[in-house]
């Protein structure tokens, strides 16, 4: 059984439990990501690939993570505690199905590898290192500080 296939039986498991513990914030949580993978399987559908893969499922949950931070500091910002908390309850559901997020040094460690194996040396090489990247370390990694730290890596 593939990561992906038991991603997706795990989602089904943990719904099913949420729903007979009573815990509402959970099944709501679940099921936005049920609903986003849905809609990722359709993309892929549409793009004649079947399924939506392990990298993209990981990229869709990172995003939705993304989503609901900036939310919760726009809610925490303008007085809103009772949102922003909402939305932090639904980050800690989403990343409770996540692989463990690598640390500072590991990354660096990931990066100087990917840099390595990708043969890069300038900039110019920036979209191979990440490539590489994405394939090994897909949902463990925040991407958006991994290519600052790519960038630097390169001389950029």
Do not use: C, H, W
């Amino acid at each position: 059984m593939s990561t992906t296939q038991s991603l997706r039986a795990r989602l089904v498991d943990e719904l099913k439990a949420a729903m007979k513990s009573g815990d509402k914030g959970r099944v709501s949580a679940i099921r936005l990501i049920q609903a986003a993978l849905k809609e990722k399987d359709i993309e892929a559908r549409g793009a004649g690939r079947g399924e939506a893969t392990d990298e993209e499922i990981l990229s869709v949950m990172q995003k939705m993570i993304k989503q609901r931070q900036e939310s919760a500091a726009i809610y925490a910002a303008n007085a809103r505690p009772e949102l922003a908390e909402t939305e932090n309850g639904e980050i800690a559901v989403i990343e409770s199905f996540l692989p463990r997020q690598l640390g500072e040094a590991e990354v660096k460690a990931a990066i100087a590898a990917a840099v390595a194996e990708a043969g890069a040396s300038s900039m110019r090489d920036m979209g191979k290192v990440i490539a590489v990247l994405k394939g090994r370390y897909a949902g463990q990694m925040d991407f958006a500080k991994a290519s600052g730290l790519v960038k630097a890596a390169l001389g950029g």
